[in-house]
């Protein structure tokens, strides 16, 4: 095996890990979640979820990964105590990324096809519902996805990936604010932004409260390996509670921003908050449809999408790579290869989960997307991250002193002694109730 690979910089690490973070789950999924949840009332659990339970598995994932200096298929092997079984949760790692790009690479194509439409001018008559059930478009849009992806993953880590990462996200934030500032300016803003920013607190309950924990676990990859890749890419200079800040701050002020675009164009034009998943691309559409200029607004905003997508699919596909590679010892290239056929292949489901393959998991309506969305969301993210908390903070596991010293080396933000109830009761007993709560209450069809 050739020597591991590291990251050029700090910058290259914090744009890294928010990248993987930051894509549909902040600017597609986001805003349905909390439009369908009652808005304000999602946004402060989903904010509470993030602080209390995301920050402190962030935190231990790059603990894992630095310490290890593994790809999660081998990280829970490397430092479990003897006589422990802990390695198959590296498997369960590599099959919930797998899991998660089987459909998360089609969605990244849908939103290519709706900058592609806008750049050509083509958008008048867009629909997402024809979109998604045209069998070609959804191929092609799925592996332009892949091919982009693993053809930029085969140049290398600092010369691909970070390089890339970082231009994607810089230029992704600068549009974002362009595009909250056109959209406080519409007639109705003042309307969604009640809606979106005032919390109705009759409108908490425990349906809501599962949707905030799984979307802040989706939206941080937490739980599937996807932020110790990169703990286990960096060097022993930053403590580990810093850079976990500052990541999840980047993610969540994505997110935030995403609805403040959103949902005052919903009120200024009628359209349906509740839409579900195709709430992006109906409202967004619709909105550049009705307003001067709207050829490059859709252009500038789908262009984001495409980065905010594509960030997160080259993380997880790197993720995939590292643990293929790790376990095989393939070069850069043929893991690529062999890989991007994988995902192609798997993904083809959910392309063709509207046309060809119909196949309805929990009832009328419902497709492969909510399978896979249900496998990922529902289960491996939050299982994976009570088991990550788990292997921790307990004696069974790793252990509290050993990951405290590992994430407090280096300067920075430290992991406090106040803290260990939070990470090794509050925060598993929090998963797994909120966990059985979801699925008892889930909706199989």
């Not at 928010?18 to 349905?32: D, E, M």
């Not at 286990?232 to 800040?245: N, W």
């Not at 106040?418 to 699925?439: D, E, H, Q, R, S």
């Amino acid at each position: 095996m050739e020597k591991r690979e590291k990251l050029g910089s700090r910058l290259g690490f914090i744009m890294l890990s928010a990248g993987c973070a930051i894509g549909c789950g902040n600017v597609w999924k986001f805003p349905w979640m909390c439009g369908q949840n009652g808005g304000g009332s999602f946004l402060l659990v989903y904010l509470i979820c993030l602080l209390v339970l995301g920050l402190p598995i962030v935190v231990m994932e790059f603990s894992i990964g630095r310490a290890a200096q593994a790809s999660p298929v081998t990280m829970y092997q490397k430092l479990q105590k003897p006589g422990k079984k802990w390695g198959i949760m590296g498997y369960v790692c590599l099959a919930g990324n797998i899991c998660l790009m089987a459909f998360y690479t089609v969605v990244c194509g849908w939103i290519m096809y709706y900058f592609f439409k806008f750049l050509t001018g083509d958008y008048q008559n867009l629909s997402f519902e024809g979109m998604i059930t045209s069998p070609g478009t959804n191929v092609a849009g799925l592996a332009a996805t892949v091919v982009i992806a693993f053809l930029v993953l085969t140049i290398g880590l600092q010369k691909g990936l970070e390089k890339i990462t970082k231009v994607m996200m810089i230029i992704l934030l600068v549009l974002m604010v362009i595009l909250v500032v056109n959209s406080l300016g519409l007639s109705g803003a003042a309307e969604g932004l009640s809606f979106y920013l005032k919390p109705d607190f009759s409108k908490i309950n425990g349906s809501v409260v599962v949707a905030a924990m799984n979307q802040a676990f989706f939206t941080l990859s937490c739980g599937i390996g996807s932020m110790a890749i990169f703990g286990s890419y960096i060097g022993k200079e930053r403590r580990l509670m810093g850079e976990s800040v500052n990541v999840i701050v980047l993610d969540t002020a994505v997110a935030i921003m995403a609805g403040l675009i959103i949902f005052p164009a919903c009120t200024t034009y009628g359209l349906e908050v509740g839409a579900g998943p195709a709430l992006l691309f109906n409202t967004m559409n619709s909105v550049f449809c009705n307003m001067s200029g709207g050829r490059i607004w859709g252009t500038i905003f789908f262009l984001f999408m495409v980065f905010a997508a594509f960030s997160t699919v080259l993380a997880v596909c790197e993720n995939i790579l590292a643990m293929v590679r790790e376990k095989t010892g393939w070069k850069r290239k043929k893991g690529c290869l062999v890989c991007g056929i994988v995902v192609f292949v798997l993904a083809l489901t959910t392309a063709l989960g509207y046309s060809v393959f119909n196949f309805q998991p929990f009832g009328e309506g419902t497709a492969w997307l909510d399978f896979w969305d249900f496998i990922v969301s529902n289960n491996v993210l939050p299982l994976g991250s009570l088991a990550l908390s788990i292997f921790c903070c307990w004696k069974i596991g790793w252990g509290w002193d050993k990951f405290v010293a590992e994430a407090n080396t280096g300067k920075g933000l430290k992991v406090r002694n106040w803290m260990k109830p939070l990470f090794k009761y509050i925060v598993p007993a929090l998963i797994i109730f909120i966990y059985i709560y979801g699925m008892v209450t889930f909706n199989y069809g």
